[in-house]
C-alpha cells in the first residue's frame, strides 16, 4: 500500500493529532470520525461512506486525503505506536538499570490497556487488516530498539553485549505481548494480583540473561588430561 505521509510527523503524533498533509481541518474531520467509529466499535466499523457520513465529507474527499480505508488504519495504526513510543518516553531512566526494563514493560502493558482497539490494529487480532509501510513499520521497530538499549544496560560489559541486549528484548516484547493479549481475553484477570506475576515473569527473564552471560564468560576450567 502507498503510504501517504510524513514519517516524521507520524512519529511524534499520539492519538487525537492530525497526520494528514497540511494538517488540514478536513482531513482532521476525517480521522477524528475514524477514530471515533474504531474506539467505539473496532476496525470493523471503519468504511469510507461511515467515516465520511461522520465527518459530513463526501467520500471522494475522503479518497483524496487518505486514499481510502487502507490511509485510514494505517494512520491509526501509527497513532497506537507513536503512544507507545511517547509512554516510553515518559518513564525515567532509572539509577537501576533492571527497574528502569521493568517499567517500559509496564508501560507496553499500560498502552495495551488504555488503547485495546489500537493494539489489536498494531500486534493483536486485526493486525492482519493492514499492512504498515517500510516507514511505519521502522516506526513501530524503534520501539523495540528503545528496550535493548535498556537490557543493554543492565547487562555487563560483554564482547556479544548488544546481541545478547537484541534477543532479550525480544523475549521481553514477546512476552509483553502474549501476557496483555490473555489479559484481553480475560484468560489472566486484569488485576494487582496480575502485575505482581508480570513484574515477577519480567525479572525471571532479566535474571536468565544475566545468568546465561554469566556462564558464557566464565573462564573456562581445562580438563584433566586422560593418563
Known amino acids: 500500500m502507498l503510504w501517504m505521509y510524513n514519517n516524521d510527523v507520524m512519529s511524534n503524533a499520539t492519538p487525537g493529532t ?27 466499523a471503519i468504511s469510507v461512506r461511515r467515516v465520511a457520513t461522520l465527518a459530513g465529507c463526501t467520500t471522494m474527499a475522503l479518497y483524496t486525503h487518505f486514499s481510502g480505508k487502507d490511509g485510514l488504519l494505517a494512520a491509526l495504526y501509527d ?5 507507545l513510543a511517547r509512554a516510553q518516553r515518559a518513564v525515567p531512566e532509572l539509577v537501576d538499570p533492571v527497574a528502569y526494563v521493568l517499567a517500559l514493560c509496564l508501560a507496553y502493558r499500560e498502552t495495551a490497556r488504555r488503547f485495546p482497539h489500537h493494539y489489536a490494529l498494531m500486534l493483536g487480532r486485526f493486525s492482519g487488516e493492514h499492512q504498515p509501510s517500510r516507514q511505519s513499520a ?29 534477543s532479550t528484548a525480544r523475549q521481553l516484547f514477546a512476552f509483553c505481548h502474549g501476557w496483555v493479549s490473555l489479559e484481553a481475553m480475560t484468560f489472566i484477570a486484569n488485576d494487582q494480583s496480575s ?12 535474571e536468565h540473561a544475566a545468568a546465561m552471560e554469566r556462564r558464557s564468560t566464565a573462564p573456562r576450567r ?3 588430561p586422560r593418563r
Open 195 to 206: 502485575e505482581r506475576q508480570f513484574t515477577a515473569a519480567v525479572d525471571a527473564l532479566l
Open 79 to 83: 497513532e497506537g505506536f507513536a503512544e
Open 18 to 44: 492530525d497526520p494528514s498533509p497540511g494538517g488540514s481541518p478536513t482531513g482532521q474531520a476525517m480521522l477524528d470520525a475514524a477514530r471515533a467509529l474504531f474506539v467505539a466499535e473496532g476496525v470493523e
Open 138 to 166: 521502522a516506526a513501530a521497530l524503534r520501539t523495540l530498539d528503545t528496550l535493548a538499549s535498556a537490557v543493554s544496560a543492565a547487562l555487563s560489559d560483554a564482547p556479544d553485549r548488544q546481541a545478547r541486549a537484541t
Open 222 to 224: 581445562e580438563e584433566n
